[in-house]
């Protein structure tokens, strides 16, 4: 081909995110572990096509310009270009908020009080099953709205307020139906042993067993979750309830994610290792030992700052010796009604800088790529490289930087699921 004579067709594409000061790829090693996880693989001045929803090319604008003749320009407007946030722990299908037990804690009482006075999950248990379908769906519609809004694009959703055939299986229906026509991604966790339902407490094997040989079975069935946690705390499931359900859980082929180590140290995570689950999440108080069994175990810490803060606990989840460890790390919102009422990654994220003294990379490494892994969805999510799909937040920032310095700000400028543009600032 004769220099400067022919010029190459350009390519078509449908969507060409441009103009940004900085895309974060995120590209490299999944999961991300100790120094690697402070990478953001940064392409400054940065583009990325779309076609098909997926991704096609990402680059440096202008030779990005060059090769695509695209449909639909999104103009970044010198803001950042990063991949949607990956939420790996929400409780979105609840029928009513409990702010007076926020209060309740800011004047002196436990979380573990409450709920042994018939509060906390036991109250949203109450509220649940009272509640018609209707009213719970239109709940989860707006909370997975807020979730789009606050530019997360994917969310690991747990049911665990119903404690009951129906109910669990009526809160899972919900998020399959408004998940189908809505552009938030829904990955569903069975979170039956989320608390031992009333009507069990003198007879809790049976509870027990009836999760693992009726409830489990028919989740299963029906295909309505891929995952199964279990909160085993302080006040919830003891270590052999747990190990009961989750190796049930294990043995049918759920993926596993356990509660652990929020309220008081039980050997949760050591069992989360030992049967393999892919995450151990809150481990505000998990133990140098057990930190080498996660590491080994290669099980993902979710962390979760926002209910850190909300419950007002003295015990600082052990961040960085978990990073020091090489455990993979993920941040996640908890989003529910008793112990962290946000939806917002980007407040998780500044809270994972200031309370658990993560570095802005590294909180936004483990926002979305690790966050993925968790939930073993990293081939398609949580990365900005060709053949991704197109999950994209633009952030109405200069430098990622201000992810960690400014608090509570919206900065989402526009949202991007699977190459459709689906939030975007006038
Ligand atoms: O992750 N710890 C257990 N489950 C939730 C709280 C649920 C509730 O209080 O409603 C959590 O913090
Ligand atoms: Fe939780």
Do not use: W
């Not at 709205?145 to 307020?161: N, P, Q, V």
């Not at 608090?407 to 989402?412: E, I, K, Y």
């Amino acid at each position: 081909m004769g220099a400067g004579t022919i010029r190459r067709a350009m390519d078509p594409c449908d969507l060409l995110v441009t103009n940004a000061a900085e895309v974060l790829t995120l590209r490299g090693p999944v999961p991300r572990v100790g120094a690697a996880l402070d990478d953001l693989g940064i392409e400054p001045d940065g583009a990325v096509a779309i076609r098909a929803g997926r991704i096609v090319a990402v680059g440096p604008a202008r030779s990005i310009a060059a090769r695509f003749a695209p449909r639909r320009t999104l103009d970044a407007a010198g803001g950042i270009v990063l991949p949607g946030f990956v939420d790996a722990h929400t409780h979105p299908v609840f029928a009513a908020t409990r702010e007076r037990e926020f209060d309740l804690r800011l004047r002196g009482k436990t979380y573990q009080e409450i709920t042994a006075a018939g509060g906390g999950i036991f109250s949203s248990v109450r509220s649940l099953r009272a509640a018609s379908t209707a009213d719970l769906e239109a709940g989860v519609r707006r909370h997975f709205e807020r979730f789009l809004d606050d530019g997360t694009t994917t969310i690991e959703a747990k049911s665990g307020y119903g404690l009951n055939l129906d109910d669990e299986l009526r809160s899972l229906e919900i998020l399959r139906r408004v998940a189908a026509d809505h552009a938030l991604e829904v990955f569903s966790t069975f979170l039956g042993a989320h608390q031992m339902p009333e009507e069990f407490k003198t007879r809790r094997g049976d509870y027990v067993a009836f999760l693992g040989e009726q409830a489990l079975p028919e989740v299963k069935r029906r295909g309505l979750a891929r995952a199964c946690d279990v909160f085993c705390d302080d006040g919830a499931f003891t270590l052999d309830e747990a190990r009961a359900v989750l190796t049930a859980a294990r043995d049918q082929g759920f993926q596993l994610r356990v509660h652990a180590d929020e309220l008081a140290q039980i050997g949760a995570s050591e069992l989360a290792a030992e049967l393999g689950a892919a995450s151990a999440d809150h481990l505000c108080k998990v133990t140098p030992e057990a930190i080498g069994a996660l590491a080994r175990a290669g099980t993902t810490a979710v962390l979760l700052p926002a209910t850190v803060l909300s419950l007002g606990v003295k015990a600082i989840p052990p961040a960085r010796a978990l990073i020091a460890a090489r455990v993979p790390v993920a941040i996640a919102t908890d989003f529910n009604p008793g112990t962290s009422y946000t939806t917002s990654m980007p407040l998780s994220i500044a809270l994972a800088c200031c309370l658990l003294r993560l570095t802005v990379a590294e909180s936004i490494a483990a926002a979305t790529v690790n966050a993925a892994y968790s939930l073993r969805l990293h081939d398609r999510i949580g990365r900005i490289e060709p053949g991704m799909q197109a999950d994209l937040v633009v952030l109405a920032r200069s430098s990622h930087l201000f992810l960690g310095y400014e608090l509570g700000a919206s900065r989402v400028h526009a949202v991007v699921k699977e190459g459709r543009v689906v939030r975007a600032s006038a």
